[in-house]
């Protein structure tokens, strides 16, 4: 599985970005699909996850009522709306293919968000 994500950028504080993420490959394999971040001298943590069957979702509680998490399964491509962003948010975003027993299919290269206060 490849995947591949767009849409980073340079945006103020309480500003709204949308993040791309399409896979290519063996998408059949893939159960879900997540979105992580890494800051500088951070782990990277989870930001939400979704199930490609029912759409069933997950968040971090710091970006709950903030991000929202969708995918479009014709274009095998996941997406992750941020609003009202905080210059916390800034980081280097991946996404990331699992499949049905919870194994990582593959990464994305990563695209940075940087939030400005």
């Known amino acids: 599985v490849q995947l591949v994500e767009s849409g980073g950028g340079l945006v103020q504080a309480g500003g709204s970005l949308r993040l791309s993420c399409e896979a290519s490959?063996?998408?059949?394999?893939?159960?879900?699909m997540g979105w992580y971040r890494q800051a500088p001298g951070k782990q990277r943590e989870l930001v939400a996850t979704i199930t490609i069957s029912s759409g069933r979702t997950n968040y971090a509680e710091s970006v709950k009522g903030r991000f929202t998490i969708s995918r479009d399964n014709a274009k095998s491509t996941m997406y992750l709306q941020m609003n009202s962003l905080k210059p916390e948010d800034t980081a280097v975003y991946y996404c990331?293919?699992?499949?049905?027993?919870?194994?990582?299919?593959?990464w994305g290269q990563g695209t940075q968000v940087t939030v400005s206060s």
């Open positions: 990331n293919g699992q499949g049905r027993l919870g194994d990582v299919l593959g």
């Open positions: 490959g063996s998408t059949f394999s893939i159960n879900a």
